[in-house]
């Protein structure tokens, strides 16, 4: 099997040595600009080669796209441009709306299946891949009508090597969605982050006393801004909807707080205690 | 060795099993106010005996106070009332300013030793508790200045046999830092969870995407209203100012997403980075 896998950092890493754990007939031409992480990404064996773009997707029956949704816009189409007869074009972005309207414009449209995978973590670059990151996660396919339902089933047989589980959305549904249960705790978690650390400049030593409950809650703070500038920016008015009603959630909070009214406090927290109940559903190694 | 908890939940029942796992000759007599508690108490053997707030302190050479830290702010007069001679009285409270003044008005003062221990979990009751939860965990002692010293070393010698670390601090500044780097991130994080809970509503499929990076943001929202509402009570007014600069720099990402500045989201990003360098400090098995 013939992959072109644009883009060698954690996603497109981790798929590739995924896919080598369980086909042996497999050969991996990686694009990648960084230099540095070409060549690590050789040395880990994500890519058997690093070619050009279009080197890249001239020879593979598959290609899949997995570089920062902005410069993925762009990589779509001139792909669809490029890709050979019978082969298929997926992408492993965190929005979609954006990125399927760039799609649905080219002649060749019905050989890109549009594709998101719940699973992710707070590293980025080759050196954080890892086979099993994909394993009992899910792949969000979306508007899957508007793709040939051969590549489909050839994509999604793919992806069922990989023991994912498969869902179906519209992708204006999902970028709507994934604004709330992701890209919202990226925000909420980076802002954390430097407010604290603005606070620091005062309180040197503020760190010291912090444990487990804040580096969990500030984690996603580590994430790449390469890869999370372009997600904000293509689902700018979902994010932002999203944004605005933690705001005020937070300014009702801090109202509660400001009035000393404990029962109020206690209400809101009683409430949110509910999030126990997703949280369980979530606890079956499904990871961002 | 005779001690009284008074309250047998997540930290007073960890801090009894841990005491338990150390020492042969220890008993202990636990208060609690809910039954279902002390039978739990009694069946974990976090407790050998429960009984009354009065004969628990009369008849114990240390009291320590685990109880919501509004209660506790009564209970630490009412304890240095009753304490028999020699007799040392501590607590567990995550705020110290309040407590501290309590203690300060009373003649028997020098017998407090204010700490709180950077060690917890989001679930709470005897059920929750754990022997190891305190260990190798950060001890701060506040205002040690006020307390009998060698009360301050008896108490010392314990926590070091559960292999806690030991700090010192003012009472006022560790309530100014602990807003930050505690208070705050579960203010966010049941903030985070109520806000996509009422997403939910008209979403309903919503949390089927979910993954492992919101699990972590969220995980706080599980936390116990009894004992968080009294918290942010007590430290209203640094809760209040550090809720505020979080907001700022909240209403100041929304700005840029909304005007699509790219530069100034990856460069908001970027700093907020920094964190991985406090997170490597924190690796090192302290929980909150």
């Known amino acids: 099997m013939n992959i072109c896998i644009v883009g060698l950092g954690l996603l497109g890493g981790s798929l590739s040595l995924g896919l080598k754990s369980v086909y042996s007939d497999i050969f991996i031409r990686g694009v990648e600009t960084s230099e540095e992480n070409a060549r690590k990404a050789l040395e880990l064996g994500i890519a058997d080669q690093v070619v050009s773009f279009e080197t890249g997707v001239r020879n593979s029956e598959l290609v899949i796209l997995a570089t920062p ?5 762009k990589q779509i189409v001139e792909a669809l441009d490029l890709l050979q007869e019978n082969a298929i074009l997926t992408d492993l972005g965190s929005t979609k709306e954006k990125l399927c309207k760039a799609a649905d414009q080219h002649p060749e449209r019905h050989r890109y299946v549009a594709a998101h995978p719940i699973a992710g973590t707070e ?3 080759p050196d954080a891949a890892f086979s099993s990151l994909l394993k009992h996660k899910m792949m969000i ?6 793709s040939d339902p051969g590549a489909v089933q050839r994509l999604e047989d793919l992806f069922r090597t990989l023991e994912m589980r498969i869902i179906y959305m519209n992708s204006i549904e999902h970028d709507r969605h994934i604004a709330y249960v992701s890209h919202l705790s990226h925000i909420s978690s980076f802002a ?13 030593s503020i760190f010291a006393m912090a444990g487990s409950g ?14 999370w500038a372009p997600i904000f920016s293509q689902n700018q008015k979902n994010v932002s909807e999203a944004l605005d009603a933690y705001i005020k959630k937070l ?7 400001d009035e000393n009214d404990l029962s109020g406090s206690y209400i809101l927290m009683k409430e949110a205690n509910e999030i126990r109940r997703v949280l369980q559903g979530l606890s079956k190694g499904e990871t961002e």
């Open 251 to 257: 300014q009702y909070f801090k109202q509660i707080i």
């Open 192 to 204: 954390l982050g430097s407010t604290v650390l603005d606070k620091e400049r005062d309180e040197r």
């Open 141 to 146: 396919i979306c508007d899957r009508e508007n």
């Open 69 to 73: 949704v902005d410069i993925m816009t």
């Open 214 to 227: 804040f580096s969990s809650t500030v984690r996603l703070a580590k994430s790449s801004p390469d890869m």
């Open 123 to 125: 590293n980025s670059g």
